[in-house]
């Protein structure tokens, strides 16, 4: 399987992202600049967290117009996997390829914290190696975050099985106490319906090394490999 990670002006979580897959994951990984339309043979393309183009107009608004995002709706259209981080979430959404807006902050601030994720699914190749129900510590760092659809849209996310993750306590209940952003139904992720695009606010490749003191994000990256 070979990866790629796509860079837009005001990427801040790439190298992140290509230090897991690199480093931990012992996988290829290709640099994918914004203004080219290569994808270069890359099977599973990661759009990271960040602030591209500085968040102006809208958080994704104008990452959705890099000549590579034409690639990889293309990529997506055709089977091929992606997935977006915070940043990548929302410019997966400006692109069509997910259901739903991510809207500023409930609370209008910018959060940085360590968050619980209810496993709603395993039934996902982020999720594969997730049992249903089961709880992760992994950190957000967003002021956009808010996810929103309308109530049709939202029922159909359940009722096709693609939410990822719940925004949760420690015990796996899912409520407005433990909803750091106002999401609507705590929704902390979802895949769409032909499950092979996937985005989440909350950072995974935060949470993958005995560095930082957290390795929940490992499972869902070795989730990938165990299925691909």
């Not at 994808?39 to 000549?67: M, N, Q, T, V």
């Not at 096709?160 to 609507?184: C, H, R, T």
Request: aromatic share 8%.
């Amino acid at each position: 399987m070979k990866f790629g990670v796509v860079v837009f002006p005001g990427s801040n979580c790439d190298h992140d992202l290509i230090h897991v897959l690199e480093e931990i994951s012992g996988q290829s990984v290709e640099q994918l600049w914004h203004k080219n339309t290569d994808l270069k043979g890359c099977e599973f393309i990661f759009i990271p967290g960040g602030f591209s183009f500085g968040d102006y107009l809208r958080s994704g608004a104008i990452a959705k117009l890099s000549p590579i995002m034409a690639a990889v709706v293309e990529h997506a259209n055709n089977g091929g996997y992606v997935m977006g981080i915070c940043n990548g979430f929302q410019i997966l959404c400006e692109s069509g390829l997910l259901d739903g807006a991510l809207l500023r902050n409930e609370n209008q601030l910018f959060v940085c914290e360590n968050v619980h994720l209810k496993t709603a699914t395993s039934n996902s190749l982020i999720t594969a190696n997730l049992s249903k129900d089961e709880v992760v510590k992994i950190p957000i760092a967003h002021a956009e975050g808010r996810y929103y659809a309308d109530s049709e849209t939202v029922q159909q996310l359940i009722d096709n099985d693609q939410i990822l993750f719940y925004y949760s306590d420690e015990n796996g209940n899912v409520d407005k106490a433990s909803n750091p952003n106002g999401s609507v139904s705590n929704i902390a992720g979802i895949t769409n319906h032909t499950r092979n695009v996937f985005g989440m606010m909350p950072h995974p490749e935060r949470a993958a090394s005995e560095k930082l003191f957290n390795t929940h994000g490992r499972a869902m990256f070795e989730s990938i490999l165990a299925k691909v």
